[in-house]
Antibody
Framework: EVQLEESGGGLVQPGGSLRLSCAAS????????MNWVRQAPGKGLEWVSY????????YYADSVKGRFTISRDDAKNSLYLQMNSLRAEDTAVYYC????????????WGQGTLVTVSS | DIVMTQSPLSLPVIPGESASISCRSS???????????LDWYLQKPGQSPQPLIF???NRASGVPDRFSGSGSGTDFTLKISRVEAEDVGVYYC?????????FGQGTKVEIK
């Protein structure tokens, strides 16, 4: 069974940093593209970042470019999101999602981890 | 960026009846390979989003055939036949043709 489990969320002050992790199991992690998608409280879904299976191709939403860094460790079956210079508008539940075929076809999602940016 | 517009934003439904959600894109989502890069997701209350439809009309694994997707180019529709109580939640369309992939605002489906 495919499972994705996010961790690392919490309360952080504006300007601070946080590192999210997504532990994958039940599939060959190294073969799949991965994404982060977020959802601000009471709001809709927003794609954040993508990483190819080889990690050679990486994309970011303009709203996080230059502040967030996506990475993966295939030996640990894990996906990461390093978030720096956090802003109040980054407050959201962050989901990791697997891209099944064309990168953005999110066939499995984690349960999400809440990041709150507040002083 | 491609802008996705859903309507309606709220949809009260009667169990057993059908319901339709529209999704329009600011640019054509039809790729030269013949596929429309438009997907649908459902987020049930308190849960993570789950896939319903990929590439305009292909049901995701395990999705009941009550759900169907149609359309091409810039106009797409998700139809739910014989709505059940478990179908409540927020439905999102997303274009996956271009980076960044962009979601519609979401349509909240609730039982009337």
């Amino acid at each position: 069974e495919v499972q994705l489990e996010e961790s690392g969320g919490g309360l952080v002050q504006p300007g601070g940093s946080l590192r999210l992790s997504c532990a994958a199991s039940g599939f060959t992690f190294s073969s799949y593209e991965m994404n982060w998608v977020r959802q601000a409280p009471g709001k809709g879904l927003e794609w954040v970042s993508y990483i190819s299976s080889s990690a050679r191709i990486i994309y970011y939403a303009d709203s996080v470019k230059g502040r967030f860094t996506i990475s993966r460790d295939d030996a640990k079956n894990s996906l990461y999101l390093q978030m720096n210079s956090l802003r109040a508008e980054d407050t959201a539940v962050y989901y990791c999602a697997r891209g099944y075929s064309y990168g953005y076809d999110f066939d499995h999602w984690g349960q999400g981890t809440l990041v709150t940016v507040s002083s | 960026d491609i802008v996705m517009t859903q309507s309606p934003l709220s949809l009260p439904v009667i169990p057993g009846e059908s319901a339709s959600i529209s999704c329009r894109s600011s640019q054509s989502l039809l790729h030269s390979n013949g596929h429309n890069y438009l997907d649908w997701y459902l987020q049930k209350p308190g849960q993570s989003p789950q896939p319903l439809i990929f590439l305009g009309s292909n049901r995701a694994s395990g999705v009941p055939d009550r759900f169907s997707g149609s359309g091409s180019g810039t106009d797409f529709t998700l139809k739910i036949s014989r709505v059940e109580a478990e179908d409540v939640g927020v439905y999102y369309c997303i274009q996956t043709l271009q980076t960044p992939p962009t979601f519609g605002q979401g349509t909240k489906v609730e039982i009337k």
